[in-house]
């Protein structure tokens, strides 16, 4: 059907495609690697901040506040930040809550 001079040159065309593809796959994985390290430092910090107890936690923002006092004297943006963040989240996280409670709430008196 295909002379012996075209089944070699598609052989060869073959080989070097399959070449390129293993050349890309492994630049794609190194990639990804070096994009995924700073998720799995992140990933790593919030695993160790879970593990603390809920008491270490709330000691850690007095904390934070004089290392940041001594570290960044002149830095009120930050000062406020760090005052008010915990806080925030916290009622943020408490809206969450209640949303989901009432969420579940209305759907199941619908159902019933």
Request: some cysteine; hydrophobic content about 50%.
């Amino acid at each position: 059907m295909y002379p012996d001079r075209e089944m070699t040159r598609l052989a060869a065309r073959k080989v070097a495609l399959r070449r390129d593809i293993a050349l890309h796959r492994t630049q794609c994985a190194a990639a990804a690697a070096r994009v995924a390290q700073p998720l799995g430092w992140l990933d790593r910090a919030l695993a160790f901040w879970r593990r603390l107890s809920p008491l270490a936690q709330f000691a850690a923002v007095p904390a934070g506040l004089l290392v940041q006092r001594f570290v960044f004297p002149r830095r009120k943006i930050l000062r406020t930040l760090v005052r008010w963040g915990p806080l925030v989240f916290g009622a943020i996280r408490g809206i969450n809550r209640a949303v989901k409670t009432r969420v579940g709430h209305t759907q199941s008196s619908n159902n019933g």
